[in-house]
């Protein structure tokens, strides 16, 4: 087959184009839209708690919502909105957050949390929470003498979960100072260390001070710790682990960095 130079210019020009019209998606007003963002958009949908597999429909209506996107951007940018101080200040901030998601997968995908990280951070807090949990109740008043003179009730019969009603910790005063089933990690020291040397049914003879204010401990029970498995938790130990990871990265930068 024979063609004129003309014919052959055309032809020519068509192969050439082919390649970069199957890179878009859609041309408006002469402005291309690029394929890859539809490739974009489907994975931060699927991506999604509830998000819709990749589908033909999935993608046309991807397809007309970017289509729609990029009219309503040329009519903006005609008007000049783009030089809006506001709309200058709110794309800067969209970039800085762009940017700094982007930096922190980075940093993430670089300095994976190993098995032996979760391992370690899991022994450690299986440690710190010991393997008993203690059923405890408190009252909590602000001066010392006033707990003073709760413990002297107490012993004189007065019924712990009455007098619990003048506790300061509104949220167990109701229940008769109940605190549940807890671990003595989960108390602050000073409380942790009289509570665990209380034995079944006693009580502290004497206040126990902490940054809250002044405690009476009654122990009800006590019983074994009931750790969760390690394949339980690991999802929360990474995410801890890359949290540490993280925040100590932003401080060796800011370290860096130079502040005025």
Same mark, same amino acid.
């Given at each position: 087959?024979?063609?004129?130079?003309?014919? %052959?210019?055309?032809? %020519? +020009?068509?192969?050439?184009?082919?390649?970069?019209?199957?890179?878009?998606?859609?041309?408006?007003?002469?402005?291309?839209?690029?394929?890859?963002?539809?490739?974009?958009?489907?994975?931060?949908?699927?991506?999604? &708690?509830?998000?819709? @597999?990749?589908?033909?429909?999935?993608?046309?209506?991807?397809?007309?919502?970017?289509?729609?996107?990029?009219? %309503?951007?040329? $009519?903006?940018?005609?008007? !000049?909105?783009?030089?809006?101080?506001?709309?200058?200040?709110?794309?800067?901030?969209?970039?800085?957050?762009? +940017?700094?998601?982007?930096?922190?997968?980075? #940093?993430?995908?670089?300095? &994976?949390?190993?098995?032996?990280?979760?391992?370690?951070?899991?022994?450690?807090?299986?440690?710190?929470? !010991?393997?008993?949990?203690?059923?405890?109740?408190?009252? %909590?008043?602000?001066?010392?003498?006033?707990?003073?003179?709760?413990?002297?009730?107490?012993?004189?019969?007065?019924?712990?979960?009455?007098?619990?009603?003048?506790?300061?910790? *509104?949220?167990?005063?109701?229940?008769?100072?109940?605190?549940?089933?807890? *671990? &003595?990690?989960?108390?602050?020291?000073?409380?942790?260390?009289?509570?665990?040397?209380?034995?079944?049914?006693?009580?502290? $003879?004497? &206040?126990?001070?902490?940054?809250?204010?002044?405690?009476?401990?009654?122990?009800?029970? *006590?019983? @074994?710790?009931?750790?969760?498995?390690?394949?339980?938790?690991?999802?929360?130990?990474?995410?801890?682990?890359?949290?540490?990871?993280?925040?100590? #990265?932003? $401080? $060796?930068?800011?370290?860096?960095?130079?502040?005025?």
């Amino acid at each position: 087959m024979n063609f004129k130079p003309a014919q %052959l210019l055309l032809v %020519l +020009l068509a192969v050439a184009a082919a390649p970069v019209m199957a890179q878009n998606l859609a041309v408006v007003n002469g402005k291309s839209i690029p394929l890859a963002r539809v490739d974009a958009m489907v994975k931060q949908i699927a991506a999604q &708690p509830n998000g819709q @597999p990749d589908s033909p429909q999935l993608r046309s209506m991807i397809k007309e919502e970017l289509i729609t996107r990029e009219i %309503l951007l040329q $009519e903006a940018d005609k008007l !000049g909105l783009g030089k809006n101080d506001e709309v200058k200040t709110q794309l800067d901030m969209a970039r800085q957050s762009i +940017l700094i998601r982007a930096l922190v997968n980075d #940093f993430v995908k670089k300095h &994976p949390v190993s098995d032996a990280d979760i391992k370690a951070e899991y022994d450690k807090v299986k440690l710190q929470t !010991g393997d008993t949990e203690y059923h405890v109740r408190h009252i %909590l008043v602000e001066k010392e003498d006033d707990a003073k003179a709760i413990i002297l009730k107490l012993k004189a019969g007065a019924k712990f979960e009455d007098l619990a009603k003048e506790s300061k910790d *509104t949220g167990s005063a109701a229940n008769g100072g109940d605190l549940d089933w807890a *671990t &003595p990690a989960s108390f602050v020291k000073p409380f942790s260390d009289a509570m665990v040397g209380l034995q079944k049914g006693q009580m502290t $003879e004497t &206040p126990v001070h902490s940054q809250f204010g002044y405690h009476i401990i009654r122990l009800d029970d *006590t019983r @074994p710790a009931k750790v969760p498995a390690l394949d339980d938790v690991k999802k929360q130990i990474v995410e801890s682990l890359q949290q540490k990871k993280l925040q100590a #990265f932003q $401080e $060796e930068l800011r370290k860096k960095s130079k502040i005025q």
